[in-house]
């Protein structure tokens, strides 16, 4: 995820004639194009739609839909792009850290300009590595201080749409990932706020904003066609979910339909491989439709409407074609849990910038809910009108989610909402959930939205042949003591001690209770190949007292390999060949596919893997068959091992880590361009270079020749590791990376336990066992704090971002501008020799000035302390293109300024 530099803003601005030079930090070519923004002050920067992601390229799959949105709405989408994705790999070149960065950030303008998007606002965070932690890359990127900018973002562009990512943990989702969908979500509410964040009120001059709308991508699976818009199965039958097909023809693009101008977008991402994806089917009838899933509405729309542009409607567009912008219509509730019987209570708010007349809201509710409350509203203008109405389900109810849909009807149309309750059982029962899945859903609660949780399944791991205690956790949802039997209904080839438990808890109460639960039929294949993709589903039944329906709630386990290794007679020869007797133990299967393209055959990818240990060291030996060698990267890129042919050997000392920055990973190449093998570490407690990370660390190789595979042996000291190990629950995967051509890419991963993400799942590694190992009794039990990549591109680094500012007045990295008595800024025309442009630079006060000249790539670049007030004379190498400028005040934020060169 790193890249050089070329731009699509530069083509813009050339096509726009003379530049005249403007004071201060906004300097810019020509008025950015959307109409819904005409006559706002702050319109050059102004966005109808936010797409807000974590790396660039996250925002490639939803570019079909911004594209047509911008071609057949005139709707203006910009992106926050919260790294520039340094730890990503690099299939294109040897760059990485800033140079890395400032390469993907080209990519991805060039990607974006595809489908009309001009704005990117980067955070200028670091992209340490890849985890599936969100509370890991929320400490990393300091959540408040990223929360500020992206509430800064949305105040500064005020957009009417926010598209963010799937916030929850689901299998395999990128924690940095989470972390974008928690802080889209928590700006679009704050954003609002007054007393969030004052001081970009009360000092930068910001207002409040309230977006309309709120999605995350996905939700839904369809049919191919234009009927995946309509013909949808959502994941959630009570959420809002619109499905946008990418099969329309584009007039602007030649008729080209959206999906193929989308994958000719996500082909500019060469860097992260995506260079050689494959055509678009030609038939729009084998193209489906991207998806997204409502999180939250304060305003009205038609619940229905599955045109292309359904997700603007109430928002950018008005609510049935009628209502006057700005209109606001949304529900809330009392509480999101509701029992059988139990009134609930909701409020409808409306408001509207125009005076509307005989307004009267009206709920909708499943058959045999009882809905009092008149909804009669009278006449809304800008002042808010509530009307409150109390709910009550019926004593047998179904348990689930509930859509209730509010009506909007005026004098001049109506339009529509919906909000969801949940109908519990007085008692609810759930399997212990990993403290990621706890972490998230008590986050949807604080932070207001509650529909979110229970999106992810409650999994817990089980190794082969093994018992573990599993907890169940109950909740008296009554004012009523309750109690009752709780009882596991597990899959064959499991089973739980004792069979049921009875419970009791007063009024309120939260309690729990155990089951030993055992693995009784070892034949069973672990990992994602048994199971349905690696889950073995159960339920859970609790009873209770009142008589009501029993909760049955779903639940699974993970059956993951288990081994014990046997200590060695004598330490083996790290030679890459496996001698007589040097590895005693059993041999494991690594040929198990966990994501990619199947192998062929056995020649085509296969591998075992054996494990064994001394009083000082774990040695591993790997045995790949291969029929194809991936790229041979040379010697001084020993980093970043998936993108060709190595091996990933992932160990968990203590056997517990949440996540993989308190484990130790490590990436073994078989062959490097100077014929040696090399490792580095990756993605854990101390990721860098081998030998200085894990100093006493050894690896050989043999590489067959001619090539049917290869053999890695690895020596990994005791010490090397960030804490002493467990020796009766270590934690071990051993993963097999493929690559079959020479463009840095791989096809194929396979490994001992597979998952999709598993590298970053500590929990789903094997469970392995040391007999007689002792640890160093000065080793530590836990592991010390990560050491964390630091090294991220910056914005006053980029002239490509230099030149947005510029342009759009929003300052860089989504920090405050320098005050006015703090800045500074190119002056009069710049004067252009044939090798160099000299420009005066105006500053009113101290700080750093970042000068570039630009022409699809940086000709020359100069950095100028200024220590006072007062013009300097700045000469630059560089005779053509643009010349930008950002000043890095010392009292805190940036101005951007810039010029067209003759």
């Given at each position: 995820?790193?890249r050089p530099i070329?731009?699509?803003?530069?083509?813009?601005?050339l096509?726009?004639?003379?530049?005249a030079t403007?004071?201060?930090?906004a300097?810019?070519?020509?008025?950015r194009?959307?109409a819904?923004?005409?006559?706002?002050?702050r319109?050059?920067?102004?966005?109808?739609?936010?797409?807000?992601?974590?790396?660039?390229?996250?925002?490639?799959?939803?570019l079909?839909t911004?594209?047509?949105?911008?071609e057949?709405?005139?709707?203006?989408?910009?992106?926050?792009?919260?790294t520039?994705?340094e730890?990503?790999?690099?299939?294109?070149g040897t760059?990485?850290?800033?140079?890395?960065?400032?390469?993907?950030?080209?990519e991805?303008?060039?990607?974006?300009?595809?489908?009309?998007?001009?704005d990117?606002?980067?955070?200028?965070?670091v992209?340490?590595?890849y985890?599936?932690?969100?509370?890991?890359?929320?400490?990393?990127?300091?959540h408040?201080e990223?929360?500020?900018?992206?509430v800064?973002?949305?105040?500064?562009?005020r957009p009417?749409?926010?598209?963010?990512?799937?916030?929850?943990?689901?299998?395999?989702?990128?924690?940095?990932?989470?972390?974008?969908?928690r802080?889209?979500?928590e700006?679009?509410l704050k954003?609002?706020?007054?007393?969030?964040?004052?001081?970009?009120?009360?000092?930068?001059?910001l207002?409040?904003?309230?977006a309309?709308?709120?999605?995350?991508t996905?939700?839904?699976?369809?049919?191919?066609?234009?009927?995946?818009?309509?013909?949808?199965?959502?994941?959630?039958?009570?959420?809002?979910?619109a499905?946008?097909?990418?099969?329309r023809?584009?007039?602007?693009?030649?008729?080209?339909t959206?999906a193929?101008?989308?994958?000719e977008?996500?082909?500019t991402?060469?860097s992260?491989?995506?260079?050689?994806?494959p055509?678009?089917?030609?038939?729009?009838?084998?193209?489906?439709?991207?998806f997204?899933?409502?999180?939250?509405?304060?305003?009205?729309?038609?619940?229905?409407?599955?045109g292309?542009?359904?997700?603007?409607?109430?928002?950018?567009?008005?609510?049935?074609?009628?209502?006057?912008?700005?209109?606001?219509?949304?529900?809330?509730?009392?509480?999101?849990?509701?029992?059988?019987?139990?009134?609930?209570?909701?409020?409808?708010?409306?408001?509207?910038?125009k005076?509307?007349?005989?307004?009267?809201?009206?709920?909708?509710v499943p058959?045999?809910?009882?809905?009092?409350?008149?909804?009669?509203?009278?006449?809304?203008?800008?002042?808010?009108?509530?009307?409150?109405f109390?709910?009550?389900?019926?004593?047998?109810?179904?348990?689930?989610?509930v859509?209730?849909?509010?009506?909007?009807t005026?004098?001049q149309?109506?339009?529509?909402?919906?909000e969801?309750?949940?109908?519990?059982?007085a008692?609810?029962?759930?399997?212990?959930?990993l403290?990621?899945?706890?972490?998230?859903?008590?986050?949807?609660?604080?932070?207001g939205?509650?529909?979110?949780?229970?999106?992810?399944?409650?999994?817990?791991p089980?190794?082969?042949?093994?018992?573990r205690?599993i907890?169940?956790d109950?909740?008296?949802?009554?004012?009523?003591?309750?109690?009752?039997t709780?009882?596991?209904?597990?899959?064959?080839?499991f089973?739980?001690?004792p069979a049921?438990?009875?419970?009791?808890?007063?009024?309120g109460?939260k309690?729990s209770?155990s089951?030993?639960?055992?693995?009784?039929?070892?034949?069973?294949?672990?990992s994602?190949?048994?199971g349905?993709?690696g889950?073995?589903?159960?339920?859970?039944?609790?009873?209770?007292?009142?008589?009501?329906?029993?909760?049955v709630?779903?639940?699974?386990?993970?059956?993951?390999?288990?081994?014990?290794?046997?200590?060695a007679?004598a330490?083996?020869?790290v030679?890459?060949?496996?001698?007589?007797?040097?590895?005693?133990?059993?041999?494991?299967?690594?040929?198990?596919?966990?994501?990619?393209?199947?192998?062929?055959?056995?020649?085509?990818?296969?591998a075992?893997?054996?494990?064994?240990w001394?009083?000082?060291?774990l040695?591993?030996?790997?045995?790949?068959?291969?029929?194809?060698?991936?790229?041979?990267?040379?010697?001084?890129?020993?980093k970043?091992?998936?993108?060709t042919?190595s091996?990933?050997?992932?160990?968990?000392?203590?056997?517990?880590?949440?996540?993989?920055?308190?484990?130790?990973?490590?990436?073994?190449?078989?062959?490097?361009?100077?014929?040696?093998?090399?490792?580095e570490?990756?993605?854990?407690?101390?990721?860098?270079?081998?030998a200085?990370t894990?100093?006493?660390?050894?690896v050989?190789?043999?590489?067959?020749q001619?090539?049917?595979?290869?053999?890695?042996?690895?020596?990994?000291?005791f010490?090397?590791?960030?804490?002493?190990v467990?020796?009766?629950?270590?934690?071990?995967?051993?993963?097999v990376?493929?690559?079959?051509?020479q463009?840095?890419?791989?096809?194929t991963?396979i490994?001992?336990?597979?998952?999709?993400?598993?590298?970053?799942?500590?929990?789903?590694?094997?469970?392995?066992a040391?007999?007689?190992?002792?640890?160093?009794?000065?080793?530590?039990?836990?592991?010390?704090?990560?050491v964390m990549?630091?090294?991220?591109?910056?914005?006053?680094?980029s002239?490509?971002?230099i030149i947005?500012?510029a342009?759009?007045?929003v300052?860089?990295?989504?920090?405050?501008a320098?005050?006015?008595?703090d800045?500074?800024?190119i002056?009069?025309?710049?004067?252009?020799?044939?090798?160099?442009v000299?420009?005066?630079?105006?500053?009113t006060?101290?700080?750093t000035?970042?000068a570039?000249?630009?022409?699809?790539?940086?000709?020359?670049r100069?950095e100028v302390?200024?220590?006072?007030?007062?013009v300097?004379?700045?000469?630059?190498?560089?005779?053509?293109?643009?010349?930008?400028?950002?000043?890095?005040?010392?009292?805190?934020?940036?101005?951007?300024s810039?010029?067209r060169?003759?």
């Amino acid at each position: 995820m790193r890249r050089p530099i070329l731009t699509l803003i530069l083509s813009a601005l050339l096509a726009g004639g003379g530049l005249a030079t403007l004071p201060a930090q906004a300097q810019a070519a020509e008025p950015r194009s959307g109409a819904s923004h005409a006559g706002d002050p702050r319109s050059k920067g102004a966005l109808d739609v936010l797409f807000v992601g974590a790396h660039p390229d996250d925002e490639a799959g939803g570019l079909s839909t911004y594209g047509q949105w911008k071609e057949f709405d005139h709707a203006r989408t910009g992106v926050v792009t919260i790294t520039r994705g340094e730890g990503g790999g690099n299939a294109s070149g040897t760059e990485e850290g800033p140079a890395l960065g400032l390469l993907r950030e080209n990519e991805e303008r060039r990607a974006v300009g595809k489908a009309g998007v001009e704005d990117i606002h980067y955070l200028d965070k670091v992209d340490f590595y890849y985890t599936v932690s969100e509370p890991l890359t929320a400490e990393v990127w300091n959540h408040r201080e990223s929360l500020e900018k992206v509430v800064r973002v949305v105040r500064e562009t005020r957009p009417k749409v926010i598209v963010t990512m799937e916030p929850a943990p689901v299998p395999g989702q990128h924690g940095n990932h989470q972390e974008a969908g928690r802080l889209a979500t928590e700006a679009y509410l704050k954003a609002a706020d007054p007393a969030a964040f004052p001081d970009q009120i009360r000092r930068e001059g910001l207002r409040p904003w309230r977006a309309g709308r709120l999605f995350n991508t996905g939700g839904a699976t369809g049919p191919l066609g234009p009927s995946c818009a309509t013909g949808f199965t959502q994941a959630d039958p009570s959420a809002v979910v619109a499905g946008v097909w990418g099969g329309r023809a584009s007039p602007a693009n030649g008729g080209k339909t959206w999906a193929q101008i989308e994958r000719e977008a996500q082909r500019t991402y060469v860097s992260q491989g995506w260079g050689g994806f494959p055509d678009q089917p030609s038939d729009p009838n084998q193209i489906g439709c991207d998806f997204f899933t409502q999180i939250d509405s304060r305003v009205p729309y038609t619940l229905g409407n599955r045109g292309p542009a359904a997700m603007l409607e109430g928002a950018l567009t008005p609510a049935g074609g009628v209502l006057p912008l700005g209109t606001e219509f949304y529900l809330t509730t009392d509480s999101f849990g509701a029992a059988a019987g139990r009134p609930v209570e909701v409020t409808a708010h409306a408001l509207s910038p125009k005076t509307l007349s005989h307004v009267k809201a009206a709920l909708s509710v499943p058959a045999g809910w009882r809905v009092e409350g008149s909804g009669e509203l009278g006449t809304v203008g800008s002042r808010e009108r509530t009307a409150v109405f109390t709910v009550t389900p019926p004593p047998n109810a179904p348990y689930g989610r509930v859509r209730l849909t509010g009506t909007l009807t005026t004098g001049q149309g109506s339009g529509q909402t919906a909000e969801v309750v949940e109908v519990e059982p007085a008692v609810t029962a759930e399997q212990q959930p990993l403290p990621r899945v706890e972490d998230f859903d008590g986050w949807a609660a604080e932070t207001g939205v509650p529909a979110l949780t229970g999106r992810v399944k409650h999994v817990l791991p089980l190794g082969s042949g093994q018992t573990r205690e599993i907890r169940v956790d109950l909740t008296n949802q009554t004012s009523a003591a309750r109690s009752g039997t709780v009882t596991p209904a597990l899959p064959a080839g499991f089973s739980a001690a004792p069979a049921s438990r009875p419970y009791e808890l007063a009024a309120g109460a939260k309690g729990s209770v155990s089951f030993s639960v055992t693995n009784t039929d070892t034949s069973i294949p672990t990992s994602n190949q048994g199971g349905v993709n690696g889950d073995h589903d159960y339920t859970i039944t609790t009873t209770n007292s009142s008589g009501g329906a029993p909760d049955v709630r779903k639940a699974a386990l993970n059956l993951v390999p288990v081994a014990s290794f046997a200590k060695a007679g004598a330490a083996p020869a790290v030679d890459g060949a496996e001698g007589p007797g040097e590895y005693p133990g059993p041999e494991l299967n690594l040929s198990r596919l966990w994501e990619g393209t199947a192998c062929a055959s056995a020649a085509d990818c296969s591998a075992t893997g054996k494990v064994t240990w001394t009083s000082d060291a774990l040695y591993v030996l790997v045995k790949m068959r291969d029929d194809t060698l991936g790229t041979v990267l040379g010697a001084d890129d020993c980093k970043r091992h998936w993108r060709t042919d190595s091996v990933e050997i992932a160990i968990d000392p203590r056997g517990g880590s949440e996540n993989t920055s308190t484990t130790f990973k490590t990436g073994i190449f078989p062959v490097m361009g100077d014929g040696k093998p090399c490792f580095e570490r990756d993605a854990d407690n101390h990721q860098g270079p081998g030998a200085e990370t894990a100093p006493g660390m050894e690896v050989a190789s043999t590489v067959s020749q001619p090539y049917t595979g290869y053999t890695v042996e690895a020596k990994i000291p005791f010490r090397d590791l960030p804490a002493a190990v467990d020796p009766a629950r270590l934690g071990l995967n051993i993963f097999v990376y493929d690559s079959d051509t020479q463009d840095k890419t791989g096809q194929t991963r396979i490994g001992w336990s597979t998952w999709g993400g598993v590298q970053g799942d500590p929990y789903r590694w094997g469970q392995t066992a040391l007999p007689g190992y002792a640890p160093p009794a000065d080793q530590p039990t836990e592991a010390p704090p990560p050491v964390m990549p630091t090294d991220v591109a910056l914005s006053v680094n980029s002239p490509e971002s230099i030149i947005q500012a510029a342009e759009t007045g929003v300052p860089l990295a989504a920090g405050p501008a320098a005050p006015r008595s703090d800045t500074a800024h190119i002056t009069g025309e710049p004067t252009v020799t044939n090798s160099s442009v000299t420009f005066r630079l105006t500053a009113t006060g101290p700080g750093t000035a970042y000068a570039y000249v630009w022409d699809n790539g940086i000709l020359g670049r100069k950095e100028v302390a200024v220590k006072e007030a007062g013009v300097s004379t700045v000469t630059v190498p560089g005779s053509r293109g643009v010349l930008a400028v950002a000043f890095e005040s010392e009292a805190g934020g940036t101005a951007s300024s810039m010029a067209r060169l003759p």
